[in-house]
């Protein structure tokens, strides 16, 4: 039988050594895994984080290994690209940080055994992803195993799979379950034995074979029914020879059927069942992307406790323990390669490999529902005959590989709906930061009815939406702001657009979490992404998690918004409160204010601000509590202030009848004069960043770009373009403004 050791512990590292040891360093750091090297330079902003060759080495003595009569080094996760030495001798490669491949060490393996893995994150032309908002952290970030199994066994060496994909069939009551499985020095005396099991042990069908795939019929089946009822079955397939069990493998899997359909959305077992989620990056503060079990169900927990249904797991493959929560717990996945953001030529390969073991290692998920091409790859530019082909050939490979899931793909805003590649896959998606990245939040449902109008036919979803917030306040939340209190208004506005349109088959929050960004310098916390519902520490909710629980979640409750903004100056304060219950009442110094109602979810009350008045809210059982303190001005810890010295609005001179860095970018680029100012303006801190201007921002001038941006005032603009690396000083922008003062509404 087969044995999985795992050998995390006692790692040398080093990140300064530049050739291959040829024996156990004395002077390299001694690490366990999983281990990454970019936990702290990876999320502190200035996009300066190391992206270099490092070195881990271990010893490993063939005396404590198991009897075997074949051996495989399995690593889940080496970012980015890999070498496997043993004993002096590079054995494997592999490209691409988040999926797992082994190798097979067999003949290789003397009494004493210098193992050396060269990890590389650097940027390479030929692995994606190539460039994009997160940091790619270097590192052997998951588990590494040894494997020994007999010469007989269930293959290990195909694309990270475990030898065995199980397709269920619903037939009525009943499903008809094919296990197909692989075997590596397979003879015809060997004898397979499948079996499936139930979630209490219980055998409810077997058969034995000669051969490696069979039918099995469930009767009167249990479905998997996602949140509602996530029930598991357990397939297990077990060759023999006289008698002799040589290899057993098991995989849990589960009996469903789904639809997507253009007009009623996502469909489950035959029941519409819109689907409502977020978005997931794997990375932690302080952490980097070296998550534990512990980290992963915490996530786990703090999703379903929002009340979503369904997760996109952005931008790469994550853990294959977190597909098992998502099986677990009735997700709805969304799963994808990182082929994002920017196109390469040499990079076809790589997609192809990529794609072949991220369907491979998730065949079983019950969970997985769509296979992700590729995300806002139109980004650097338009659609061009490779990029295009290149997406045929994988999309091609998903349906031969796959014959039960559909493939998607998700779009940014400038992507023509007419475009090919929108058409291309069997449902779409778009990326849309409408009242975040220019526009307003008013915009969002209208461009997916005229999305609907246009292609009825085509199933289509929000794949990405969500604005930044850190611990700044305000009672005037404007866009741009990074108020948590404009985060909660932009989610309050999108919900109420997303949710009441049956036809989009999934909404996506970006993202669930704060994560890093290294290549981010604003919000006044730089290396990360702030769009996360939870902190990236996960110790802090904001407030617009509970807007969706208001809406997501069967579990009572009561939130009063607002709980880190105390000392208010005006007058009137405007409260809001968030509850899935029918009705709240608002309590201000004991004294009840009213009792509202809301269809929405949403409840707004007005309190006369006076002292220190202490709040509850009441909904059927649920209360929650909160202060809000008069002062006579408003407390400026409560304002963003940029580190750099940044230009605030009310720092700059807007004389009527002229323009000023207050203005918006559609309003200044409808007059001739201020376009020609614009477009100079734009090109010169597109190239000031001295990179490819595609490559820094991620996007081009085109008609496109400046329709989106056109919500933006010229000042958020310039700051956008500081977050990702072309910052200018106070006096620079100040020089901007004096030149548009001179230009004539």
């Known amino acids: 039988m087969r044995n999985v050791i795992n050998i995390n512990q006692k790692w040398a590292f080093s990140k300064e050594s530049r050739e291959v040891p040829k024996k156990m360093p004395e002077n390299w750091v001694w690490v366990n895994l999983p281990h990454t090297w970019n936990n702290i330079d990876g999320q502190d902003g200035d996009n300066d984080y190391y992206r270099g060759r490092c ?223 977020v978005s997931r990056h794997q990375d932690r503060w302080g952490i980097g992307n070296a998550l534990l079990k512990e980290h992963h169900k915490e996530d786990m927990d703090l999703i379903c406790e929002m009340g979503a249904n369904t997760i996109r797991l952005a931008h790469y493959q994550h853990d294959q323990y977190f597909y098992d929560l998502c099986d677990e717990r009735g997700m709805v996945v969304w799963a994808e390669i990182p082929y994002i953001s920017r196109h390469s030529p040499d990079g076809l390969q790589n997609t192809v490999t990529q794609m072949r073991e991220l369907i491979t290692q998730n065949y079983n998920h019950p969970s997985v529902v769509v296979w992700g091409l590729s995300n806002e790859i139109t980004m650097g530019g338009e659609e061009d005959r490779d990029l295009l082909e290149n ?184 409260i809001t409160v968030y509850s899935n219950c029918d009705e709240v009442e608002l309590f201000a110094n004991s004294k009840s204010l009213d009792k509202k109602k809301s269809k929405e979810h949403f409840f707004y009350f007005d309190v006369s601000n006076v002292g220190i008045t202490n709040l509850k809210a009441v909904a059927g059982e649920c209360t929650d509590r909160a202060v809000i303190r008069k002062t006579d001005k408003f407390n400026e810890k409560y304002r963003l202030k940029e580190k750099g010295a940044v230009l605030n609005w009310f720092d700059i001179t807007a004389p009527d009848g002229v323009f000023s860095l207050n203005d918006k970018v559609s309003e200044l680029i409808s007059n001739q004069e201020g376009k020609i100012f614009f477009t100079s303006l734009a090109s010169k801190l597109f190239g000031g960043a001295g990179m490819d201007k595609t490559k820094t921002v991620g996007m081009d001038l085109n008609a496109g770009m400046l329709q989106m941006l056109g919500g933006f005032t010229v000042l958020r603009f310039i700051n956008l373009l500081g977050a990702v690396g072309n910052r200018l000083t106070k006096e620079e922008m100040l020089e901007i403004n004096k030149r548009l003062n001179e230009i004539k509404k």
């Open 391 to 574: 997406h045929q050939i994988i999309n091609e490979l998903c349906h031969e590989m796959d014959k039960t899931r559909l493939t998607t793909i998700a779009c940014v805003t400038m992507c023509d709906i007419n475009a090919k590649i929108v058409q291309l896959p069997d449902v779409a998606a778009y990326n849309h930061y409408f009242g975040w990245y220019g526009g307003d939040t008013s915009m969002n449902g209208p461009w997916f009815d005229n999305f609907h109008s246009h292609h009825p036919e085509i199933p289509i979803a929000c794949s990405e939406y969500g604005c930044e917030a850190l611990d700044w306040h305000t009672s005037d939340p404007q866009q741009g702001d990074y108020t948590e209190e404009y985060q909660a208004y932009y989610h309050e506005e999108l919900i109420k657009q997303f949710f009441t349109r049956k036809y989009l088959w999934a909404t996506y929050v970006w993202n669930m979490f704060d994560f890093g960004a290294d290549a981010r310098n604003e919000g006044g916390e730089n290396g990360q992404n702030h769009k996360g519902l939870v902190t990236f520490d996960r110790r802090y909710k904001k407030d617009a998690f509970y807007a969706y629980k208001a809406w997501l979640s069967d579990e009572p409750f009561v939130h009063i918004c607002g709980k880190r903004y105390v000392d208010r100056a005006e007058d009137t304060t405007k």
């Open 55 to 277: 070195f881990y080495a271990k010893e490993i003595k063939k005396a404590d290994l198991p009897e075997y009569g074949c051996c495989y080094l399995e690593i889940n996760g080496a970012n980015s690209y890999a070498e496997v030495f043993l004993n002096g001798e590079c054995i494997a490669t592999h490209g691409g940080g988040y999926s797992i491949w082994r190798t097979d060490i067999t003949d290789k393996l003397e009494e004493d055994n210098l193992l050396v893995i060269a990890v590389d994150n650097s940027e390479r032309q030929d692995i994606y992803p190539q460039t994009a908002d997160f940091t790619f952290y270097g590192g052997l970030y998951r588990d590494i195993n040894i494997i020994c199994t007999p010469k007989t066994h269930f293959a290990l060496n195909f694309f990270g799979g475990k030898g065995i994909w199980v397709t269920p069939e619903i037939q009525g009551k009943d499903a008809k379950v094919e296990i197909n499985t692989a075997v590596t020095n397979e003879e015809n005396s060997q004898e397979l034995y499948f079996a499936i099991y139930d979630m209490n042990g219980q055998c409810v069908a077997e058969k034995t074979s000669k051969h490696s795939k069979e039918e099995l019929i469930v009767e009167n089946v249990h479905l998997w029914n996602g949140r509602k009822d996530p029930y598991l079955y357990t397939a297990k397939a077990q060759i023999s020879e006289n008698s002799e069990v040589l290899d057993s493998v098991s995989v849990r899997f589960g009996c469903r059927s789904f639809e997507i359909h253009p007009e009623k959305g996502f469909i489950l077992n035959g029941e519409e069942y819109p689907l409502r989620g």
